[in-house]
């Protein structure tokens, strides 16, 4: 099991390289100058001018790629062109707020969506199954930033239980954390709810057919120890894989969310930093969100052993 | 494991309870959302508007406009000797830096060098200048080898970047390179540990300020600070900032739509208004050095085809927040003039018809004018397809091609044709504060340079006035130059002036003395 973990990691270093390489010349094809960025929209050429020197933007690429990857190599991700302050830094200040999200929103995912799979699987065809299916295909169709404002102004402006919007890191307390990263987990799990219940349902109604639950069944075992001890156990590999890449989507995709609740995640500073045209940024979050999803994909297969004693990787 | 509906229900009730919200400001902290994110923070290189405003926070300045536009003393007191050639400025007493040391004479003269050095006025300035000396802490004299009556009024300028007073230490970093040391002498001192670019920046009321005693007026006058911190916070949806003032969480919105004013009137607690008093001008952009706009006639036809109130009801929507005027440097200044108003006066219909005749005895001949389109600036994204669609209606052949800002800024600089990455024609907008008088408007350069802002015209009778208004002595003379050089501006088509829009703030309505200027301006104002 270590010898793979190892053999998968090393393979991820070709993988981050060519990502590396891509981004680097995606982003200077395209169009666009962090130098006007910074002087404004009245700069007049000549100052444009003195600020790519002074940033080394007038360099040949390949000059600027080697200069990249050369501090790349010794940990160095670089300054922000447009703050000046060191992009490791700028991602820490917003990569706790993702992750937060993230992770509220993956627990309410999991909190509702795996007994309402399991409960529309064994209530198949009835009314229960159906509910779950209609609020399923709402949450799966319902726009994020939608479902977003109705529960602000629900919750927000109309009851005043919750606050609009916001972040409190979770060192200045756990309520006022609660307080505002409950609406915004709602709201972005909404739609993992739908897709991870519907892959449950799926999932769980093949297992039930198998003899095995029949067996469980005929033995008097208790229909929750069924479903939850034989069955879902069973039927995880395929929910295991939805949740892993699910959490890798939320991680990169939580911009619209961020925005609805003014939350200053990785979401809006990669959108800032693109509309900056701010390379050294740009390129150290894609980095960094390729490797999330490397590390990801790796630990779903891990999981997969730990969840299925058939599977083993040597 | 069963749960009755009892224990669901007290369970519900103790999360809610834990939830229920506290107060979540500060009543010595002010709370404002800006309407851009504060990214670059060196507001001596930078133009952009949001950088400004934080200079005004941590800097102070020489001299000020007042709210009449009229410069007063800020940080010092000047008077001009009797042939206008030498300026002696006196520093009033108690002005310090926000490290603790006294603010003296060199690090007012190395400051002037930094800010001429990236001010295009400013460095026009510097032509005239023969030295600066200081003699005495206090005290230091500019010398010029001419009169240059516009001295007082570039030192006391809030756009495009002020003449800001730092330490010399941080004045002297060399030309070009971003400074991050926020030390200034301003009202506000600047708390870099809680600054997050693009988020939030956090200022503290500077305890060692002192204030002038006048009232405060524009960007002159007592600049005292009632709260304890000011926080600016970006949010991205404007939606959101507004539930978020309706809630209570922010205290000041920079920027309110006009379509979402009447959101802003169905609360009791939140006032809102024009608080800037000068508005913002939006232009159409030829560019002089491709075809079809380098012929003076294809201009002039495209500028009777536009008109400024189709422009700013389809930008703005509603009348009462845009004026329609011919004056290049803003409806309301003292240089305001009626000159070249032919070019835009008549209705749609009238201009139109001079449109398609200037246009058909022209020497157009079907060249495509490729208009940029900004699709992420609210204001920006409908003029050009109006322009668009009347320059069609008069006869041109007219492409569109949609991008974001940046990419639209980018090109905006491009002097190469059309098929390598130019551009015909581009809209934009300027703060009237930044276009007021023929030495800081770039739209007026008519040297035709390449380093010169993006449109490269070129009129040597219009450089020639402007020289005349710089060596102008009296505001008559100077009122005067302006004029003419506005009637040249028209004749030659330098640009399409667009008509003026007023900005609109929204803000609690427990805050008051909110202070008018040319930037958002957080002294004055107390709940």
């Known amino acids: 099991m270590i010898h793979y973990f190892v053999k998968r990691l090393l393979m991820a270093i070709p993988v981050m390289f060519f990502v590396a390489v891509f981004v680097f010349l995606l982003l200077r094809l395209t169009p666009g100058d962090p130098a006007i960025i910074i002087a404004g929209d009245q700069a007049t050429q000549a100052q444009l001018e003195t600020i790519r020197e ?10 600027q790629f080697v200069t990249w990857m050369g501090n790349l190599m010794r940990g160095d991700f670089g300054v922000s062109l447009i703050s000046q302050k ?18 509220a929103a993956m627990s309410l995912t999991l909190f509702f969506a795996l007994p309402l799979g399991v409960m529309a699987a064994w209530r198949h065809g009835k009314l229960l199954d159906r509910a779950v299916m209609i609020f399923s295909v709402l949450g799966f169709s319902v726009p994020v930033f939608v479902t977003g404002y109705v529960l602000i102004s629900v919750f927000a402006v109309n009851l005043q239980l919750l606050p609009v919007q916001g972040y409190r890191p979770l060192s200045e307390g756990l309520v006022p954390f609660l307080q505002r990263i409950f609406l915004p987990a709602l709201a972005l799990a909404s739609i993992y709810i739908a897709l991870v219940s519907r892959m449950t349902r799926a999932s769980m109604l093949e297992i039930l057919q198998e003899d095995y639950v029949r067996t469980a069944r005929a033995k008097g075992l208790n229909e929750s120890v069924v479903l939850f001890r034989h069955a879902l156990r069973n039927a995880a590999i395929p929910i295991l894989t939805i949740v892993g890449t699910g959490f890798a989507m939320l991680i990169s995709g939580v911009v619209v969310t961020e925005s609805v609740f003014n939350i200053p995640g990785l979401g809006r500073l990669v959108v ?9 940024l740009i390129q150290a979050i894609i980095l960094l969100t390729a490797g999330i999803y490397v590390l990801i994909n790796l630990l779903i297969d891990l999981s997969y052993a730990l969840t299925d004693p058939r599977v083993r990787y040597q | 494991m069963t749960l009755s509906l009892r224990s669901c229900l007290l369970a519900t009730a103790c999360v809610a309870s834990m939830l229920a919200l506290p107060g979540f400001t500060r009543a010595d902290d002010l709370n ?23 200079g005004f926070m941590v800097y102070d300045t020489l001299l000020g406009l007042d709210g009449d536009m009229k410069v007063q003393p800020e940080m010092a007191s000047y008077a001009v000797s009797d042939d206008n050639l030498v300026y002696t400025f006196t520093l009033r007493d108690g002005l310090t830096f926000h490290d603790g040391t006294p603010v003296t004479a060199a690090d007012c003269i190395a400051s002037l060098k930094r800010w001429a050095d990236h001010d295009g006025a400013g460095g026009k300035m510097m032509g005239f200048v023969k030295s600066m000396d200081a003699s005495s802490d206090k005290e230091f004299t500019i010398t010029l080898s001419a009169p240059f009556g516009q001295l007082p009024d570039l030192l006391a300028k809030p756009s495009p970047i002020p003449a800001f007073i730092l330490p010399k230490r941080l004045a002297e970093t060399p030309k070009g390179e971003q400074i991050t040391d926020m030390t200034g002498s301003g009202p506000f001192m600047f708390v870099a540990d809680e600054f997050q670019p693009g988020v939030r920046a956090v200022y503290e009321k500077f305890d060692g300020y002192v204030p002038r005693d006048e009232p405060a007026s524009g960007n002159a006058g007592g600049k005292v600070v009632h709260f304890d911190r000011v926080i600016w916070e970006v949010m991205p949806d404007i939606q959101t900032a507004i539930n978020a003032l309706r809630a209570g969480d922010v205290d000041y919105l920079e920027s309110l739509p006009t379509d979402l004013v009447p959101l802003v009137e169905m609360s009791d607690t939140i006032d809102y ?23 003076v006639d294809v201009r002039r036809a495209a500028m009777y085809a536009l008109d400024q109130e189709q422009i700013l009801m389809t930008a703005i929507g509603n009348p009462k927040y845009f004026t329609l005027c ?22 749609a219909d009238e201009r139109m018809a001079k449109a398609k005749e200037i246009l058909a005895a022209s020497d157009y001949d079907g060249t495509p004018v490729l208009m940029l389109q900004p699709t992420d600036i609210a204001v920006l994204q409908a003029p050009p397809i109006v322009a668009a669609e009347r320059l069609r209606e008069a006869g041109f052949n007219v492409e569109v091609a949609s991008m974001d800002w940046a990419t639209l800024s980018s090109r905006r600089t491009s002097m190469e044709p059309v098929a390598d990455g130019g551009w015909n024609m581009f809209f934009t907008f300027w703060g009237v504060e930044g276009i007021w008088n023929p030495l800081s408007s770039v739209l007026i350069d008519g040297t035709g340079d390449p380093s010169a802002w993006s ?43 667009g008509g003026e829009f007023m900005s609109l703030s929204a803000w609690s309505a427990d805050l008051d003395g909110i202070v008018p ?4 301006q957080f002294w004055g104002i107390h709940r």
């Open chain 2, 517 to 520: 200027g040319m930037v958002n």
């Open chain 2, 455 to 497: 449109g490269w015209r070129k009129s040597d009778e219009v450089e020639a006035l402007r020289a005349a208004y710089v060596a102008a002595p009296t505001f008559e003379e100077q009122k005067a130059a302006a004029t003419q050089i506005q009637q040249l501006v028209y004749d030659q088509a330098f640009y399409f002036n």
């Open chain 2, 32 to 54: 404002v959302v800006l309407s851009a994110p504060l990214r670059s923070l060196d507001a001596t290189t930078s133009t952009a508007r949001i950088t400004r405003t934080h």
């Open chain 2, 273 to 295: 208004g024009v608080i800037k008093p000068v508005g913002s001008q939006v232009t159409g952009q030829f560019n002089h050095l491709l075809p079809p706009f380098d012929d």
């Open chain 1, 54 to 63: 002074n940033l080394g933007l007038d360099e040949p690429l390949l000059g």
């Open chain 2, 326 to 347: 011919a004056s290049i440097y803003g409806c309301s200044v003292p240089l305001a003039s009626e000159a070249g108003s032919e070019y835009l006066n008549g209705s």
């Open chain 1, 86 to 103: 060191p992009v490791l830094t700028l991602i820490g200040q917003r990569i706790g707020p993702t992750l937060s999200l993230a992770l």
């Open chain 1, 272 to 280: 800032d930093a693109v509309l900056a045209r701010d390379y050294p």
